[in-house]
């Protein structure tokens, strides 16, 4: 999944010198339909997202009149959701644009640490001649992310991302499971692929159990790029350097978690218009792995025969 970006750090666009000063926003005085429609999420996760991030976004505003960390997180909220610095939005909870612009650094801040690249060339440019960060995704049957890399450069094939990335090597000293990956990907013994040119009833079970199985992931991609108007391009590219925008899609990332792990429907929002899909005519160059061959032949003896 690659997240748009336009190569240009807006500080200086959305801090203007002027000071307006605005009424705060008061949680307690808005309905749960006002909070859902304006920020994307219910009440009791946001009153959840606040407590967590008190402490860290408290150390942040040590100055007068500092902004409260619960119009922090609406101000960062209403920004991943909507996908723009909408002075509406800044109105509406009490601070000026570049206070918002602040608290959206702040609460990405407080939400993940981030490992982010430090260089910015043509390898952010990707195939469709944009400027992107790429991110690996994994996520298990619930919808739950199990590990979020998102600092790769746009122009990267999925498969050398994967290949680069802390997953790989992780995943190589496990023997609990396996990843799914589709036709792009190589088989490994810790990822099972599709059959090539199925022969065998066994073999087309198997491909569209796998097959079924990653729907899973397409569907909490497209919940996340839903939830997160700023992830999905709608609303135009985000205007930040690709460290801030890694930064941003893997507070998302981290917040689609915490919504999850909360007890909450991941896929609420999920919208019907598919995930971008892959380059069915890119080629793998890298071949299967003889043991993997086994393993998934094996696999698919015992649960597809």
Known sequence: MAIPIAILDCDLLLHGRGHKTLDRFDLESVSDNFLLSQF????????YLIELLQEALCRRTQRSRAISPEVQVLAALGFYTSGSFQTSMGTTIGISQASMSRCVSD????????????IEDLSYVN??????????????????????????????????????????KQMQYTEEGWLLGDHRYPLRKWMMTPVDSPESSAELQYNLAHAATCEIVDRTFRAIQSRFKCLDGSKGYLQYSPERSSAILLACCVLHNAFLQSGFDAWAVERVAPVEQPDS??????????QAEEIRRS?????FS
């Open 281 to 290: 005519t890119e080629e793998r160059t890298e071949v299967n792995d003889s």
């Open 107 to 118: 609460v990405t801040r407080a939400l993940v640490t981030i490992k982010a690249p430090t």
């Open 40 to 47: 994307g999420f219910p009440r009791e996760f946001i009153l």
């Open 299 to 303: 696999l698919i003896l015992k649960h």
């Open 127 to 168: 195939k469709k001649g944009f400027h992107s960060v790429g991110c690996q995704l994994v996520c298990n049957a619930q919808g739950l992310l199990l590990s979020a890399e998102t600092n790769w450069p746009g122009g990267l094939k999925d498969t050398d991302i994967l290949q680069s990335s802390n997953l790989s």
